[in-house]
């Protein structure tokens, strides 16, 4: 199972909208509504932002936003903030032995 | 609060092997699955195996298959990760997390390194 295409960075002004996109298959994103993101700053563990496609978690701000469509699924970053700036990680579940495959990561830059 | 607290990294040669622990807290560890899941210095996160709540269905990827073994002792909250025949590739941090069903890693611990050098 290969891992799931991300851009290598994406970069927004403070209060801009930013969109990260993770590209897959129709045996891992597009067949299951299980993806879910995670936000990694430097020397840190990741933090859950969105799972099950959509769904924020307690105490994630509003301003990420999670969708899918086909094989693609989305992470938009609205109002974008300078504490946004991390490394961003998609990942989806497979349902077969392989289980779980994550994306490529993608850094985003606050300018 | 939920905690995850790894340990058991360290140095060691190829070939070489190491039980990673992992103990939790604040939550009924018993109702959930969990996941190790590794990251190489300056590379993306792999994951690498995952147990249900009960320890009867277990996975591993295939790049670990044969060489590591996931276990979990509910009564002590704590989860293991036996890593045998080990390669400089799997050099990383391995984290343990607690998952949402299958919908996602809602807990990480703060991760425990394993060197594998000669």
């Known amino acids: 199972q290969s891992a799931l295409t991300q851009p290598r960075s994406v970069s927004g002004s403070p209060g801009q909208s930013v969109t990260i996109s993770c590209t897959g298959t129709?045996?891992?994103?597009?067949?299951?509504?299980?993806v879910s993101w995670y936000q990694q700053h430097p020397g840190k563990a990741p933090k859950l932002m969105i799972y099950?496609?959509?769904k924020r978690p307690s105490g994630v701000s509003d301003r990420f936003f999670g969708s899918k469509s086909g094989n693609t699924a989305s992470l938009t970053i609205s109002g974008l903030q300078a504490e946004d700036e991390a490394d961003y990680y998609c990942?989806?579940?497979?349902?077969?032995?392989?289980?779980?495959?994550f994306g490529t990561g993608t850094k985003v830059t606050v300018l | 609060q939920v905690q995850l607290v790894e340990s058991g990294g360290g140095l060691v040669k190829p070939g070489e092997s190491l039980r990673l622990s992992c103990v939790a807290s604040?939550?009924?560890?018993?109702?959930?699955?969990m996941s190790w899941i590794r990251q190489a210095p300056g590379k993306g996160l792999e994951w690498v195996s995952y147990?249900?709540?009960?320890?009867?269905?277990?996975y591993y990827a295939d790049s670990v298959k044969g060489r590591f073994t996931i276990s979990r002792d509910n009564a002590k909250n704590s989860l293991y990760l036996q890593v045998n025949s080990l390669r400089a590739e799997d050099t990383a941090v391995y984290y343990c997390?607690?998952?949402?069903?299958?919908?996602?890693?809602?807990?990480w611990g703060q991760g425990t390194l394993v060197t594998v050098s000669s």
């Open positions: 990942c989806s579940y497979t349902g077969g032995f392989t289980f779980y495959v």
């Open positions: 147990i249900s709540s009960s320890g009867s269905t277990i």
């Open positions: 997390s607690r998952m949402i069903t299958f919908g996602g890693f809602d807990y």
């Open positions: 604040g939550f009924m560890f018993s109702d959930y699955y």
């Open positions: 129709s045996s891992d994103v597009g067949g299951y509504n299980y």
């Open positions: 099950d496609v959509s």
